[in-house]
Every structure is written in structure tokens, then in C-alpha cells.
């Protein structure tokens, strides 16, 4: 799932890359055998099970399951999306990264160059705002009431939007072009009457910038008493609320790999935070914690402690957090929640206790599990048996979405606590088996991909991902497309990339299939190691593709003669297909 970026760009990315050099950078490997191995960097462990495969040009994790390319390295270890880290990649060795589009290579340049002037005008702006906060003394005034010093207020570039209808307007928008860029960017509206005017006026600004360090939009804070006391950017061509945090970048200025990143609510809660030095403390912009924001601070951390109001608006958004967050929580990770005094803000609270006493409280924070189980506990309604299975069935469904490991396993035993059934643990895992029948239980452990029960089908396609020059060479086996067996599809299209493409390393070959329903189950079989692959890996494979036509052709053969002895019996077409089949197997037997 390439995107914009064409996929033949991301093949020649990845035979550029070694990525066993491009890991040993980051993460010292020892070499082990034809592999290498190290201590994960994305979970704690004591015993290297960390590998790289210089062969497949793929990692994996038999710890915590974490697996991937050099690309997908470089998304888990320094926190960027897909395109962010296909730009990293291109960068490292010094190429540009080409764009698909309908357009022409005239109109793609152009689409860039405007994007690009977007980010420079925004910053224009943003130095604009830096310049004006000089010039207000009543923006000055208030910052310093709120207890920030100068240097906090560089170090976040805040600045201050005069008090002006089209101070910005009559700054930046002088032509045409230039007032429908601000427009679309969020800086400038429109009234019904056709009416130009600035978005922000009269607001202390808090410049947001992603991960490049890029300005991207703004948050705007009143002065004195209105509504909103708050006020956003839009989402424009560059800036979406949803996938963005506020101070993640200072936050990785500050610290390479953060131990902890703290979750709070507002611009001021971390620009204060940081005034204590407290400087890991991030804020979504406006929205609640989205799925999106949380898959990108575990790719910056293992450790997530959210802060809340403790009133009802707070828990609300701590468990839609919650929930939103139980697919992210593989082992190694850790979620936590913090409510808060009525009437205080992390702001408030920090100039109360001091920077020592407010990370002492963060240490005492909730654990996800405590506070998964408290809420169900609040939440149920009924008692005694009734009660506890239908506590029962709402932890299992929340319980199934965590991905199998010991996190789960953990969670499967608290649920037995929490029940009340005391040491039969078995009782409650029965009824997770039974209430979650997709979900592993207890004695199911992550499967080691080296003890993948591999049928037929499935070897093959472990042995096509891990042997692609071999399986390129392959004769072309025409009766394979005539199976209706489930995978067949997946095989085939996996032979036909080999094919067109005879020199594909595995890791390239997993990358076509980013984004896919089988990505998953594609690089288990990609690292499944106890295949017991012969020499001749050609051979076995078209022994396999054998095997599984004459089964076919025998399954088929025996659903014909059933119906042919059935009273409905068969159609012409059927009777003539069931005379092929028997001459077409009693050749092959011969």
C-alpha cells in the first residue's frame, strides 16, 4: 500500500538498503549463525530474541512479535509514518522520492511547491506572531502571570495575534493566489458577504508542528474572559487534528526515546509542564485520543500515562482512551491513567505540588488493567450469576481485542480475580473460550513462527516468501488457477510478483503487501525457520502444487459421483467434466 509513491520507487529503496546495517546504527547486533540477533528495542527483555535476517532483509521479534522491513524499522524505532519513513529512507541515500498522480510531472511539481509554500508561509506567520508578542504588553503580561519564563515561550515559539481583523491578511495576502492559500489553509475566512478576515485574533498562539518540525497549524488561547477560550486550525492539505500532538516534537527534541510521555488536554498544560521540566508531556488538539495518536506514541515510547479532569467529562474520555487503545497493548507496553482534584489542571497542579511531587503521582497512576475492570465493575448493573457473566462477557469482548501474549494472559487472570472465582482459573477461561471464541486462551501462548502448523498451501507460500529467486523460476502450473481451495488466490498472485519480478527479496516482496488482510499472516510464514527445506526448493515446490491438484481433482471427483448417485444426478456439462477428472487422474497415477 504505497500510496502516492509508486512501488517499483519502494523495491529499488529496499535493494539500496542492507538492514543489518541499518539496525546495527541504532541497535548493536552480534552476529548469530546466519542471522543476528540483539536485545529488542521494543520491549524489555534480558535474552536476545531480536533477529535479522541479512537473507530476507526482515526483522522479528520471538518476544513481543514485532517484524518488518527496513522500512517498517524505521516506522517502529524513530516513530514516523509510512511516508515519513520512506522520505527518511530516500534521504539516507540521497534520492528523491517520485509522486504517482493523474497529473502531468508539470502539475505534481506544482502540487509540491505549493504544499512546500504552505509550510513556509505558515512559518512566516508563525515569526510574525513572535514578533508581535515583543510588541504587547498585555500578551507579555499574561504569560508571565501564568508563571512562564522567556525561555519556554522561545523553546515553544509562542507567539501572540494582534488584536486586528487583517493584521495577517494585509501581511501575507496581497495577491489573489496568495489570500486562496491562506484560505485553504486555515489562516484566513470568508463571511457570506464576501468579507476577508483573519481566523485568529487577540489569542496568545501556540505554533503546532509535526514531526519534521514543520509548522503546520495553530492553537489560539483568549486573553480575558470569551468563547472559545481555545481555537484551532482547521484541517487543511497539511495539518489534521486527528493524526497530530501538540509538543511531540519538542518532546523529541528534548528526549531521542522518551521513557514516558504524559497525555494531557491543553497547550498550556504542556508549555507549563515543561516550565518544571516535565518536558515529555503532549496534548491533542481539540479531539479525544484518537487510535491514530496512540499507534504514534507507541512508536515514540513504551510507556503512555494519560491525564484527566476526575469528573464525569474526564473518566468519559478516559475510557473512550481506553478503548481505542486495547488493539495497541502487545507486550512491552504500558497504558496508565491519572485523574485529577476537582478544580485542577496539570498546570495548576504542577505549581502546587512541584515538578518531584507531581512525577511521584504520575508513578501511582492506573493501570489500563485497574481501570478496564473498574469501569466494567461500575458499569454492571446486575448481581449475583447473572451479574458476574455478564461482567464476564463485557471483559471478554474488551479482552479479545488485546493482541495475544502475556498482556492478555494477565488480563485473563485479574478477570478470574475480579469474578470472585479464586484460584479456578480454568472455570473463567472456559468462559472466555466460550464468550471469544477468536480470542487465544489460556493455555495458547503466541505461537512461535518456527511451530506454524503448516498445511500444504501453506508451506508453499512460506517457502515462495523466503525462496523468491527459486520460486521464479518455476514452469508456469496452469491447473493451480482451476482450485478453489482457500489461499489458492494469495498463492498465485505471490507467484505471479516472483515471476514478474525475478530478483525480489523477501522484504520487498512483503512491502507489496503493507496494508493487506494478510500482512500479518504473510510474515509469519516469512520467518517461519523449521521448514526443513531440502536443496532442491524448486522441486518441492512443484511436488506441493501436485499434491494439492490431485487433492482437488480427488475432492471434486467425489462430490461429481455423489450427486451422480443422488436422484437429482448430474447436468450434461457435470457428467462430461466427471469423465475428464477420472481420465486426467488415472493419468496422472499412471
Not at 543489518?20 to 552476529?31: A, E, G, S, T
Not at 503521582?361 to 448493573?381: V, Y
Not at 474488551?398 to 502475556?406: K, T
Not at 526448493?537 to 471427483?557: H, K, M, P, T, W
Request: aromatic residues 8%; negative net charge.
Amino acid at each position: 500500500m504505497a500510496g502516492k509513491i509508486p512501488q517499483s520507487f519502494i523495491d529499488d529503496l529496499l535493494a539500496r538498503t542492507d538492514i543489518v546495517d541499518l539496525i546495527d546504527q541504532r541497535v548493536k547486533l552480534k552476529k548469530a549463525g546466519k542471522n543476528y540477533q540483539a536485545c529488542c528495542p521494543f520491549h524489555n527483555e534480558k535474552s536476545p530474541s531480536f533477529t535479522v535476517s541479512p537473507d530476507k532483509q526482515f526483522y522479528h521479534c520471538f518476544g513481543c512479535g514485532a517484524h518488518g522491513t527496513a522500512l517498517g524499522f524505521i516506522m517502529e524505532y524513530d516513530g514516523l509514518e509510512f511516508l515519513d519513513a520512506i522520505d527518511e529512507l530516500a534521504g539516507l541515500h540521497g534520492v528523491t522520492v517520485p509522486r504517482e498522480s493523474t497529473g502531468s510531472p508539470e502539475q505534481q511539481a506544482a502540487t509540491k511547491a505549493v504544499r512546500q509554500d504552505l509550510y513556509a508561509r505558515l512559518d512566516d506567520i508563525n515569526r510574525f506572531y513572535q514578533s508581535r508578542l515583543k510588541q504587547s504588553k498585555q500578551a507579555i503580561d499574561y504569560l508571565k502571570g501564568r508563571g512562564l519564563s522567556g525561555e519556554v515561550v522561545k523553546q515553544f515559539a509562542i507567539g501572540y495575534a494582534p488584536d486586528q481583523w487583517d493584521a495577517v491578511k494585509r501581511q501575507f495576502a496581497r495577491s489573489t493566489d496568495a489570500e486562496q492559500q491562506l484560505l485553504e489553509g486555515g489562516m484566513l475566512l470568508k463571511s457570506d458577504n464576501g468579507r476577508v478576515y483573519d481566523r485568529f485574533r487577540d489569542r496568545i498562539m501556540f505554533p503546532i508542528r509535526d514531526r519534521k518540525g514543520r509548522i503546520i497549524g495553530f492553537g489560539g488561547r483568549i486573553l480575558e474572559q470569551g468563547t472559545p477560550k481555545y481555537l484551532n486550525s482547521p484541517e487543511t492539505p497539511v495539518f489534521h487534528k486527528g493524526r497530530e500532538l501538540y509538543g511531540l516534537y519538542e518532546a523529541r527534541q528534548a528526549h531521542r526515546t522518551p521513557e514516558r510521555i504524559l497525555v494531557v488536554e491543553g497547550y498550556m498544560d504542556v508549555v507549563a509542564l515543561a516550565q518544571f521540566g516535565i518536558d515529555y508531556a503532549v496534548a491533542s488538539l481539540g479531539t479525544s485520543t484518537t487510535p491514530e495518536h496512540l499507534r504514534l506514541l507507541f512508536r515514540t515510547t513504551q510507556e503512555v500515562v494519560c491525564c484527566y479532569d476526575g469528573d464525569r467529562a474526564g473518566r468519559e474520555a478516559a475510557w473512550r482512551a481506553l478503548d481505542n487503545a486495547l488493539p495497541q497493548m502487545q507486550d512491552g507496553r504500558s497504558l496508565k491513567f491519572i485523574f485529577l482534584p476537582e478544580g485542577e489542571d496539570p498546570d495548576t497542579l504542577v505549581r502546587k505540588l512541584g515538578a518531584q511531587a507531581f512525577e511521584e503521582m504520575l508513578g501511582q497512576a492506573q493501570d489500563f488493567g485497574d481501570f478496564l475492570f473498574e469501569r466494567l465493575a461500575q458499569d454492571n448493573q446486575l448481581g449475583g450469576e447473572a451479574g458476574q457473566h455478564e461482567l464476564a462477557k463485557r471483559a471478554a469482548e474488551a479482552i479479545g481485542r488485546v493482541p495475544e501474549g502475556f498482556t492478555r494472559e494477565g488480563l485473563i487472570t485479574r478477570l478470574s480475580r475480579q469474578l470472585n472465582w479464586g484460584e479456578n482459573e480454568r472455570r473463567v477461561r472456559e468462559l472466555f473460550s466460550r464468550l471469544q471464541p477468536t480470542a487465544t486462551t489460556s493455555s495458547e501462548r503466541r505461537q512461535d513462527p518456527k511451530k506454524i502448523k503448516l498445511t500444504p498451501l501453506r508451506r508453499a507460500i512460506a517457502l515462495v516468501l523466503q525462496y523468491p529467486a527459486v520460486a521464479a523460476r518455476l514452469p508456469p502450473m496452469f491447473e493451480l488457477t482451476e482450485l478453489s481451495l482457500p489461499g489458492i488466490e494469495l498463492l498465485l498472485e505471490l507467484l505471479g510478483q516472483v515471476q514478474r519480478q525475478p530478483d525480489m527479496s523477501t522484504a520487498q516482496l512483503l512491502e507489496h503487501w503493507r496494508g493487506h488482510g494478510a500482512e500479518q499472516a504473510l510474515a509469519r510464514l516469512a520467518m517461519a525457520e523449521d521448514l526443513f527445506a531440502g536443496d532442491n526448493i524448486e522441486q518441492e515446490l512443484q511436488d506441493i502444487f501436485v499434491v494439492l491438484i490431485n487433492g482437488y481433482l480427488a475432492s471434486r471427483i467425489e462430490t461429481l459421483q455423489q450427486k451422480s448417485n443422488s436422484p437429482q444426478g448430474l447436468s450434461p456439462a457435470e457428467k462430461q467434466e466427471l469423465l475428464l477428472l477420472l481420465t486426467e487422474s488415472k493419468s496422472s497415477l499412471g
